[in-house]
Antibody
Framework: QVQLVQSGAEVKKPGASVRVSCKASGYTFTSYDINWVRQATGQGLEWMGWVSPITGATGYAQQFQGRVSLTRDISMTTAYMELSGLTSEDTATYYC???????WGQGTLVTVSS | NFMLTQPHSVSEFLGKTVTISCTRTSGSIASHFIQWFQQRPGSSPTSLIYENDERSSGVPERFSASIARFSNSASLTISGLRPEDEAVYYCQAYDGVTVVFGGGTKLTVL
């Protein structure tokens, strides 16, 4: 079955960067884009961007342009989300999503605190 | 860019039917497929409906959806409400460049 397993929770200081990984299995990794979505506690879903596993092409939501980088490692069937210039407003659970938004990772809580 | 507007909350009694709306603020609701997600407390979202009205794998027939051009909105209908349907429901659309989520509707089953 399709599984997206994300890396563990992170605590970062303001101004730092964070990288979250998403290990995919159970399907052909190169067949579906991987999207990243975040959710602040008690808030709604916010789309961040997508990465094409086969080409590495990316698309980002305007509010994250210049601050987020989505990459992938085909050999490891793993996608990565790196967010820089963290502020307290980036405290949220970050999800990777694939197979046409049918499959979601378990989420990674990123806490930004001094 | 457009937005998808959902009611903040709805409530209905056990066994009854509820409909959740999702209104597109600009452009036609028919321009891009609508997808619906359910998120139970403490869990990741799961896909319920894709391509406006197609049930995702394993989703019961109690869940159905449609779009209405006259109101420029999409609707998710849940019949025979069960306690486990209590969750937040999100609509979503992809316009080929960006993905837009509605703000989410919290369903309370009374």
């Amino acid at each position: 079955q399709v599984q997206l397993v994300q890396s563990g929770a992170e605590v970062k200081k303001p101004g730092a960067s964070v990288r979250v990984s998403c290990k995919a299995s159970g399907y052909t990794f190169t067949s579906y884009d991987i999207n990243w979505v975040r959710q602040a506690t008690g808030q709604g879903l916010e789309w961040m961007g997508w990465v094409s596993p086969i080409t590495g092409a990316t698309g980002y939501a305007q509010q994250f342009q210049g601050r987020v980088s989505l990459t992938r490692d085909i050999s490891m069937t793993t996608a990565y989300m790196e967010l820089s210039g963290l502020t307290s407003e980036d405290t949220a659970t970050y999800y990777c999503v694939s197979v046409n938004f049918d499959n979601w990772g378990q989420g990674t809580l990123v806490t930004v605190s001094s | 860019n457009f937005m998808l507007t959902q009611p903040h909350s709805v409530s209905e009694f056990l066994g009854k039917t509820v409909t959740i709306s999702c209104t597109r603020t600009s452009g036609s609701i028919a321009s891009h497929f609508i997808q619906w997600f359910q998120q139970r407390p403490g869990s990741s979202p799961t896909s319920l409906i894709y391509e406006n009205d197609e049930r995702s794998s394993g989703v019961p027939e109690r869940f159905s959806a449609s779009i209405a051009r006259f109101s420029n909105s999409a609707s998710l209908t849940i019949s025979g409400l069960r306690p486990e349907d209590e969750a937040v429901y999100y609509c979503q659309a992809y316009d080929g460049v960006t993905v837009v989520f509605g703000g989410g509707t919290k369903l309370t089953v009374l």
